[in-house]
């Protein structure tokens, strides 16, 4: 019987040559096995869904670009953009796909009753944390659960630029009847901008002639946050 470690060795020289699941590292799996998921960073956990990479791109690079994909593209590009990354295709694209899914599914706090735009913040505090604003809607039912937290647009370092009709098509498909919008400011400053202010008073101004409440605007950092709502900006 061969053991598991002359697999790993067989695997490491068919490698070389581009013929057997190319650039494979099976070292994330075994750090898994021994340490658990929770233990490994996102490239590891990227590294196990895709499984193998090709002889021009190792497993490791492939997943470090699909990382990059997925925090700066929105989420319904993803699809598409994942595709067009060299030695991804629609087999590994479904696949990470499919996971993502998954984990909003189980880990997702579907019908979680929003009584206060701050319940809110637990739940996207993590984007606090990149390098890019993100612009996300929360879209709510008519009880305030929550139904679905997604991002809009990926913007620079200090601007994300979004219209009334990419932060309202998706709310309105699911019958939502209120949202919150959320997005981070780098900077670690949580003054809202011009561009935030003008921005929230479109959205205020759609909601009216869409049926669909905007409850609040937050701006958030590492630190902090900000409540258009709190601060009357805006909202009267």
Request: glycine share 6%.
């Given at each position: 019987?061969?053991?598991?470690?002359?697999?790993?060795?067989?695997?490491?020289?068919?490698?070389?040559?581009?013929?057997?699941?190319?650039?494979?590292?099976?070292?994330?799996?075994?750090?898994?096995?021994?340490?658990?998921?929770?233990?490994?960073?996102?490239r590891d956990l990227v590294s196990i869904l895709l499984g193998s990479?090709?002889?021009?791109?190792?497993?490791?690079?492939?997943?470090?670009?699909?990382?990059?994909?997925?925090?700066?593209?929105?989420?319904?590009?993803?699809?598409?953009?994942?595709?067009?990354?060299?030695?991804?295709?629609?087999?590994?694209?479904?696949?990470?796909?499919?996971?993502?899914?998954?984990?909003?599914?189980?880990?997702?706090?579907?019908?979680?009753?929003?009584?206060?735009?701050?319940?809110?913040?637990?739940?996207?505090?993590?984007?606090?944390?990149?390098?890019?604003?993100h612009f996300l809607c929360a879209s709510l039912n008519g009880a305030?659960?929550?139904?679905?937290?997604?991002?809009?647009?990926?913007?620079?370092?200090?601007?994300?630029?979004?219209?009334?009709?990419?932060?309202?098509?998706?709310?309105?498909?699911?019958?939502?009847a209120a949202i919150i919008l959320v997005h981070n400011h780098p900077?670690?400053?949580?003054?809202?901008?011009?561009?935030?202010?003008?921005?929230?008073?479109?959205?205020?101004?759609?909601?009216?002639?869409?049926?669909?409440?905007?409850?609040?605007?937050?701006?958030?950092?590492?630190?902090?946050?900000?409540?258009?709502?709190?601060?009357?900006?805006?909202?009267?």
């Amino acid at each position: 019987m061969i053991s598991e470690n002359s697999l790993y060795s067989i695997e490491s020289k068919f490698s070389t040559c581009g013929s057997f699941e190319s650039h494979y590292k099976p070292a994330a799996r075994e750090q898994l096995e021994a340490r658990g998921a929770e233990n490994l960073n996102d490239r590891d956990l990227v590294s196990i869904l895709l499984g193998s990479g090709t002889k021009a791109m190792p497993v490791t690079r492939l997943a470090a670009h699909v990382l990059t994909c997925l925090k700066t593209v929105p989420d319904q590009n993803w699809a598409s953009e994942l595709k067009k990354i060299e030695g991804m295709g629609s087999g590994k694209t479904s696949t990470i796909l499919a996971s993502i899914e998954l984990g909003r599914r189980f880990g997702s706090p579907e019908n979680i009753k929003i009584t206060n735009p701050k319940d809110l913040l637990p739940l996207v505090q993590h984007y606090a944390l990149q390098k890019q604003e993100h612009f996300l809607c929360a879209s709510l039912n008519g009880a305030n659960e929550l139904i679905k937290i997604r991002t809009v647009s990926v913007g620079t370092l200090n601007r994300a630029i979004t219209h009334p009709r990419e932060v309202y098509s998706d709310p309105i498909k699911e019958r939502a009847a209120a949202i919150i919008l959320v997005h981070n400011h780098p900077s670690g400053n949580v003054k809202p901008s011009d561009d935030d202010i003008d921005t929230t008073v479109r959205m205020l101004e759609a909601s009216k002639i869409l049926g669909i409440h905007l409850l609040d605007h937050l701006i958030i950092t590492q630190n902090n946050y900000y409540s258009f709502m709190e601060h009357s900006l805006v909202f009267s």
